[in-house]
C-alpha cells in the first residue's frame, strides 16, 4: 500500500519515471524478456500447498473456492499497481531485481520529502518476507512428515511437537537446505548473480513436479463417479485441454530458468550451478524414495 500510494502521488505530482505508451506496453521478444516469463509463471504457484494441508482445512468445500475467489483478484491488483508503483519511481533500466520494491519506495519517499516511510516499510518487508517463508515452509513441509509416518524417512519426522502442533524435524530440515542453497548460490559470484541463481533454481525445482502432475491427468483422468465429486464444466475435454496448457507453459518456463542473466559474468558457471541444484534436490528425492521403499518392504 506504501508503494501504491507513493506512485500514485508520484504520477499526480511529478509524471512517471518511466514514459507509459504502446511500445513500452507490448511485451518484449528480447532474451531477457523471455527469460523472466518463467518468472511470472513461478509468481502464480502456491494454490496447490491446500492439498498439502488439505486434512486441516474447516470446511474445504466452502474455504478453498472462497479462498481462491478473493486471492486470485486481489493478487493481480497488488502485482499490476505494484508494479506501476516502482515505474512511477524508477525507469525498468535502474530497477535493481532483487530489492526492487524497498529501492522504489526508499527513492519516491526522499523525493516527496516522506523518507519516515521507508524504515516503516523496510520493517513492512521483513515481517512479510517472514510470513511468506512460514507459509511455504508450513505448508511443505506436511510432505517429509507424511513420508515419516510412512517409514519413507526416519520416525522422527512423522512426530509433531508436543505443544504446537508442528512438525518439528521437517521445519528444521527444509530450513537447513535453505541455508545450504543460500551457501551455494552464492559461491564465485556477485549478491546479484545469487539472486539470479536462487530464483532460476527455485523455479526450475518448482516446475518439476507440475510437469509430472499436469502429465498424469491424460493418464489417470476418469470423469466423476460419485455425486459428491464437483464435475468441471466442460467434463474431460476441459480437463485435458487445461492440463496440456499447464504441461506446455510449465515446460517452457523450466527451460526458460536455467537461461543465465544478460548481466550475469558467468554464464556457464551459472547455468551449473542452477541445474546442480535442481539435480541435487531431486536426486536426493529419489534416494530418500528408493531407500524408503526398501525400508517399507523390509518392514512388511
Not at 527513492?107 to 511468506?132: D, K, N, Q, Y
Request: net charge positive; aromatic share 10%.
Amino acid at each position: 500500500m506504501i508503494l501504491i500510494v507513493l506512485g500514485v502521488v508520484l504520477w499526480w505530482k511529478f509524471g512517471p519515471a518511466t514514459k507509459i505508451d504502446a511500445a513500452a506496453l507490448r511485451p518484449g521478444l528480447q532474451i531477457k524478456d523471455i527469460i523472466f516469463w518463467s518468472v511470472i509463471a513461478f509468481a502464480w504457484t502456491g494454490p496447490e500447498a491446500m492439498g498439502f494441508m488439505s486434512g486441516e482445512v474447516k470446511n474445504p468445500r466452502r474455504s478453498i473456492p472462497f479462498g481462491l475467489l478473493i486471492a486470485a483478484p486481489a493478487i493481480a491488483i497488488i502485482y499490476i499497481l505494484g508494479t506501476c508503483g516502482v515505474l512511477a519511481a524508477l525507469k525498468p533500466s535502474a530497477v535493481d531485481p532483487s530489492s526492487g520494491v524497498m529501492q522504489s519506495i526508499g527513492h519516491a519517499a526522499e523525493r516527496m520529502g516522506w523518507s519516515v516511510l521507508t524504515p516503516v516499510a523496510a520493517i513492512l518487508v521483513a515481517i512479510s518476507c517472514l510470513g511468506s517463508c512460514g507459509a511455504w515452509l508450513g505448508a511443505v513441509a506436511r510432505i517429509p512428515f507424511v513420508a515419516g509416518i510412512d517409514h519413507f524417512l526416519p520416525p522422527a519426522f512423522g512426530r509433531m511437537h508436543p505443544r504446537w502442533g508442528s512438525p518439528v524435524a521437517a521445519l528444521l530440515t527444509q530450513s537447513g537446505i535453505a541455508a545450504l542453497f543460500i551457501f551455494l548460490g552464492q559461491g564465485g559470484t556477485s549478491v546479484s548473480g545469487a539472486y539470479a541463481v536462487l530464483v532460476g533454481s527455485t523455479v526450475l525445482i518448482t516446475m518439476v513436479p507440475f510437469l509430472f502432475l499436469f502429465a498424469s491427468t491424460f493418464v489417470l483422468y476418469t470423469d466423476p463417479v460419485s455425486a459428491d465429486i464437483v464435475r468441471i464444466p466442460g467434463g474431460r475435454f476441459t480437463v485435458l485441454a487445461a492440463a496440456a496448457i499447464g504441461f506446455m507453459t510449465t515446460l517452457a518456463s523450466a527451460i526458460l530458468a536455467a537461461f543465465p542473466a544478460d548481466d550475469e559474468p558467468n554464464k556457464p558457471l551459472a547455468v551449473i550451478k542452477v541445474l546442480g541444484l535442481t539435480a541435487l534436490m531431486v536426486g536426493s528425492g529419489v534416494l530418500v524414495y528408493v531407500l524408503g521403499k526398501r525400508s517399507a518392504a523390509r518392514a512388511e
